[in-house]
């Protein structure tokens, strides 16, 4: 069993490097909206059992999937190893951290991240930067601890190999597109796609706003 877990920061702090261009009810909405995005990718996924958000904000717990409640909202790679716990998780063979900032995955690139293995294995996927892990799929689940944080992508590969582990990369163009400065965010609106996420920057005219100023 692969279970998909997807740490959330709580709305208020969430995003504050897109404080400059975004208010904090535009940043919540395109918080809520890309999480949408990577969820429908995981529902339509097929090595995926289970897929749990990780949050202290309850306002993430109506997205239709199960909710891990925090006592705090402490930090990416303690939701994680607070996750794993939990009984719920204790038959878990594999787990898949995602980001809930990442929606252009597509459910082909968590396939692959997720595809059997028959050995401890440690399989990523960078950010477009090469410098963070936009995916990080752990088998067994406590083969590792998560270190996701700047320089997250070198830094996981070092700790799989030095566990021993099996270590595989995946490159897709979807996965690898976070969006986390204004810089990313813009670039984001030129893609021509259809996502929830582009529902609401055109819906709230922030798409529009961006690409003219950026023109």
């Known amino acids: 069993m692969t279970a998909a877990l ?16 975004l208010s904090e009810d ?5 918080v809520n909206a890309m999480l949408r995005d990577v969820l429908a990718a995981l529902a339509n996924a097929r090595n995926i059992q289970s897929v749990s958000i990780i949050a202290h904000d309850r306002d993430f717990s109506d997205f239709g999937v199960g909710f891990v409640e925090e006592a705090e909202n402490a930090g990416y790679n303690e939701a ?16 898949l951290v995602l980001p809930g900032d990442i929606p252009l995955v597509k459910p082909s690139e968590i396939d692959a991240l997720a595809a059997k293995q028959t050995e401890p294995t440690v399989r990523l996927a960078s950010a477009r930067d090469g410098d963070g892990t936009n995916g990080l799929m752990i088998s067994p ?5 998560t270190a996701f944080g700047i320089g997250s992508f070198v830094r996981h590969r070092k700790i799989a190999e030095n566990a021993g582990a099996h270590v595989d990369t995946i490159q897709g163009e979807g996965i690898s597109f976070d969006i986390d400065t204004p810089e990313d ?31």
Do not use: W, Y
């Open 185 to 215: 965010l813009i670039a984001f609106c030129a893609v021509d796609a259809v996502s929830e996420t582009h529902t609401f920057l055109d819906l709230s005219g922030i798409r529009r706003r961006l690409l003219a100023e950026n023109s």
């Open 141 to 145: 689940p406590k083969l590792i601890e």
């Open 26 to 30: 535009e940043r919540k909405g395109l």
């Open 6 to 21: 997807v740490p959330m920061k709580d709305l208020r702090d969430a995003k504050q490097r897109l404080s400059s261009i």
């Open 80 to 95: 994680v190893g607070f996750a794993l716990g939990r009984p719920e998780f204790a038959d878990t063979s594999a787990i």
